[in-house]
Structure formats: structure tokens, C-alpha cells
């Protein structure tokens, strides 16, 4: 049987009489790589935020591994494994990565805001960190200043702090957003090699990258799923092309 690692039903937004959701039903399988794309002012970032729960719905449902999460607040959501990055850089410029994503994993267990912290809860933290920057192939930036490092390595360290919240399910909001071309392969090659116990929602607006990272792609306008598909289901799928008019989808 598919389970699913996070779903909507019949989701619905409105800003006034503007609706910005519209009647969504969404399913995201457990370990996929699914990709949220549509044209610009769809409802990407609108439909994320209900998901996080930045935004509460006009109405429909939310559902985490199986549990409604509607009307729970977005750190209840973070405690139950739904972590996310944003579009904007939110990195401590003068932290080093290691001391950045050390900080974010003392979060998770507790011990960020203690005065007093047991020296090996610590050590430990430490090294959760460091194995965090070896899947993200960073521990060789460990201790140079965020501010040092290339647009792409920060995004990589944003990944890395959502990461250490220990998510099931990791929303990444448009990650290769301002970073080079020349940065964004690596990037999401990087990202495409995670373990597969965290599933992916990816909002992107690089085709190319989002033709070879997901497994599965869902199409949304004007608020609205048009449809859901694999890569070739979108690829050749006349509805699609019509929106995307102009631009190229190709595998
Ligand atoms: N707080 C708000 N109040 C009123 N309208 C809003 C609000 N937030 C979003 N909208 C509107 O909802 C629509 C969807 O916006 P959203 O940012 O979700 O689209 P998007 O697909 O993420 O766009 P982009 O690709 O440009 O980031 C837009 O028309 C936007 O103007």
C-alpha cells in the first residue's frame, strides 16, 4: 500500500474574494521527490505556507503522516517532523557553518537557550553537525564564516539547518533561487542525493532541474491542481505545454 508522508484535502485559500488555494488535494508519497511547479502568482508559496502553517486555510484539510495537522501551529508541525527553507537568506553571517548547524541541532534536543549545558550533550551536538555537513558534502567548509561562502554552499547550509530539526518531510522553497547557474547543478545534485527517509516538496522555477530531480511533478494554476504526473506524464501532457507556452519542457 502507498503511504503518504503528507497530503491536502480539497484545500482553500482566500485572500478577501481573491482565491489563491483553490480546492486542492495534494499526496506526497513517502521518500518521493515531488515538485511544485506553475507559472509565476499560482499559489506555490501560498500553498507551502498552509502546509507549514504560516497560513491557515478558509478551509480543507492538512494531514501529516496520516494525522491532521490543520490547525496546529507551525512549531507543533516542525515537532512532528515537517522542517522547511526559505527563499531569503537567513544565515548568521559572522557563525561558521559548523557552530550555525551545531546551534540548530541544540535547538532540536533542547539545550540551545540552557546557561548550563552538560559538555557531552555538547560534543555529541558537535558531532550531529559534522555528519549533517558530510551528507551535504560541507565539512570541508566547516570552519570557514557562512559570510565566506559561495550563494549556493549558503543555500546547502540553510538545508542543513532544516536537516537538523530531524524532518520527515523537508519543503524546500525555490533553493536554487539567485544562485549561479554554474552553483545550482551541484546544488541539487546535492540535494538529489539525501537519504530517501526524507521525503521532498520542492517549489522551482529552473525546469531543467526540476525535470531531473523529481520522481513526481504536480502542476499548479491559478490556485488550482491542473495535474500530477512523472517527469514524462508532464513533459508530454498538452494541458501543461499550453501554460508553460514559450518556455521549454523537455526531459
Ligand atoms: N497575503 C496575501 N494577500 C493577498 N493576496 C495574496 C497574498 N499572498 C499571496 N497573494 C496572491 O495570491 C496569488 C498567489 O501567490 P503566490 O505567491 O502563492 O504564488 P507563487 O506561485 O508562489 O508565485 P511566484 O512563482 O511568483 O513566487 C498571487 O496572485 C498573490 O498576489
Redesign the pocket.
Known amino acids: 500500500m502507498t503511504s503518504y508522508a503528507l497530503q491536502t484535502r480539497n484545500l482553500v ?1 482566500k ?2 474574494g ?1 482565491i ?2 483553490n480546492d486542492v488535494t495534494l499526496n506526497v508519497e513517502a521518500g518521493a521527490r515531488h515538485a511544485l511547479i ?12 498552509l502546509l507549514t502553517g504560516f ?1 491557515e486555510p478558509t478551509s480543507g484539510e492538512v494531514i501529516l503522516n496520516g494525522d491532521t495537522v490543520t490547525h496546529l501551529a507551525q512549531h507543533q508541525r516542525v515537532k512532528r517532523g515537517l522542517a522547511r527553507t526559505f ?1 531569503i537568506n537567513r544565515l548568521f553571517a559572522d557563525l561558521t557553518v559548523l557552530e550555525s548547524v551545531t546551534m540548530a541541532v541544540n535547538e532540536r534536543i533542547g539545550i540551545g537557550a540552557r546557561f548550563w549545558r552538560p559538555v557531552g550533550a555538547y560534543a555529541e551536538a558537535v558531532d550531529e553537525a559534522a555528519s549533517l555537513l558530510s551528507t551535504l558534502r560541507l565539512l570541508d567548509l566547516a570552519h570557514e564564516k557562512t559570510r565566506n561562502l559561495a550563494y549556493g554552499k549558503q543555500r546547502l547550509i540553510e538545508i542543513a539547518l532544516a536537516l537538523a530539526m530531524k524532518p520527515g518531510v523537508l519543503l524546500l522553497d ?1 533553493p536554487a533561487a539567485g544562485v549561479p547557474t554554474s552553483e545550482s547543478r551541484e546544488l541539487f545534485e546535492t540535494i538529489a542525493a539525501l537519504p530517501r527517509d526524507v521525503t521532498i516538496l520542492l ?1 522551482e ?1 529552473d525546469m531543467d532541474l526540476v525535470f531531473r530531480f523529481a520522481d513526481c511533478i504536480s502542476v ?1 494554476v491559478s ?1 488550482a491542481l491542473l495535474t500530477g504526473g512523472t517527469p514524462d506524464e508532464i513533459a508530454n501532457n498538452p494541458k501543461v505545454k499550453e501554460v508553460y507556452l514559450g518556455e521549454a519542457i523537455s526531459v
Do not use: D, R, V, W
Request: glycine share 20%; aromatic share 8%.
Open positions: 485559500k485572500f478577501g481573491f489563491a488555494t506553475g507559472p509565476n502568482g499560482a499559489g506555490k508559496t501560498t500553498l507551502i505556507n497560513l527563499q525555490e517549489i522555477h499548479l490556485g
